[in-house]
């Protein structure tokens, strides 16, 4: 007999876990223990990269596997992210760009769950990147929904928020 229970967790519930651990909608989700080697390399490389191009920036900052609470109930930690609002200790308020580096143990949450938790959220750009591929998928929010700008390997692509940021694709397969 199947039970129809899920249980139901709050970023206070969250605060108390050991390891790491994203909260989304109230479930728990496990993350790798430590990424893989490539992980790390592409994903240095892409927080290296809007990193310096905010370096005249007055508003926006780029983070890196740092934790984003989005209400009572989820909290997740995107591979690179920028935000363009003012905060003091936490990051509550949608990020203007979010970089997830896709493995085949994260894509369903990365292609399906993260994808309509950051488009309801608001975040500008959402942008997969698949390491194996050598490609990066570029969805920019229109309208509530978002829009797929393309697949880029060897291009450049110009981020519009607050500070311009022109993106080389080819920098992180390097």
Same mark, same amino acid.
């Given at each position: ?77 995107? %591979?690179?992210?920028?935000?363009? &609002?003012? #905060? ?7 990020? $203007?760009?979010? +970089? ?50 393309? %697949?880029?390997?060897?291009?450049? &692509?110009? #981020? ?7 993106? $080389?694709?080819? +920098?992180?397969?390097?």
């Amino acid at each position: 007999m199947a039970i129809d229970y899920m249980e139901y967790y709050t970023k206070d519930d969250y605060a108390k876990w050991e390891g790491d651990w994203e909260l989304i909608y109230g479930a728990p989700y496990a993350m790798s223990p430590f990424a893989l080697p490539h992980h790390q390399l592409i994903n240095g490389k892409i927080f290296r990269q809007l990193d310096e191009q905010l370096d005249d920036c007055p508003v926006c900052q780029a983070f890196i596997e740092t934790e984003v609470e989005f209400g009572e109930d989820t909290v997740v930690r995107p %591979d690179s992210f920028v935000v363009c &609002y003012p #905060f003091v200790n936490r990051l509550d308020k949608a990020p $203007d760009i979010i +970089f997830e580096v896709v493995s085949k143990s994260s894509a369903k949450r990365d292609e399906h769950l993260k994808f309509s938790l950051y488009e309801s959220e608001g975040v500008k750009y959402y942008i997969l990147v698949y390491p194996d591929n050598r490609k990066a998928k570029v969805y920019k929010l229109h309208d509530g929904r978002y829009i797929k700008v393309g %697949d880029f390997s060897n291009e450049t &692509y110009t #981020f519009e928020i607050e500070c311009k940021i022109d993106f $080389d694709f080819s +920098f992180i397969w390097r």
